[in-house]
């Protein structure tokens, strides 16, 4: 059976930083493509930042968080972080950890609520 756990979520002033990291089970981590992405209230799901698998380690960022998340995976460890500076209101989301096998399965997480206010 397939888990993928977030974590890392919480209350955070702008400004501030948080680390999300999404733990998986079950299914084979290291040529998975694994993804964050954040989905704000009444707003649609959006693509935040993804990892590559062992063939490369290539990264995508969306526009809006150039710069200031980092994205990055252990594969001994089955675990996938989202380090995340200079945090803004307008990152208030839950935030979801995919992970894309080969081939055409998917699996998410339950999501982590980030709140950035002060």
């Known amino acids: 059976q397939v888990h993928v756990v977030e974590s890392g979520g919480g209350l955070v002033q702008p400004g501030g930083s948080l680390r999300l990291s999404c733990v998986t089970s079950?299914?084979?981590?290291?040529?998975?493509?694994m993804s964050w992405y954040r989905q704000a209230h009444g707003k649609e799901r959006e693509l935040v930042a993804s990892?590559?698998?062992?063939?490369?380690?290539?990264?995508h960022y969306a526009d809006s968080v150039k710069g200031r998340f980092t994205i990055s995976r252990d594969n001994a460890k089955n675990t996938m972080t989202l380090q995340m500076d200079n945090l803004k209101p307008e990152d208030t989301a839950v935030y979801y950890c995919?992970?894309?096998?080969?081939?055409?399965?998917?699996?998410w997480g339950q999501g982590t609520q980030v709140t950035v206010s002060s």
């Open positions: 995919k992970a894309r096998m080969p081939g055409t399965d998917e699996f």
């Open positions: 079950g299914l084979s981590f290291s040529p998975a493509v």
């Open positions: 990892i590559g698998t062992i063939l490369g380690p290539m990264t």
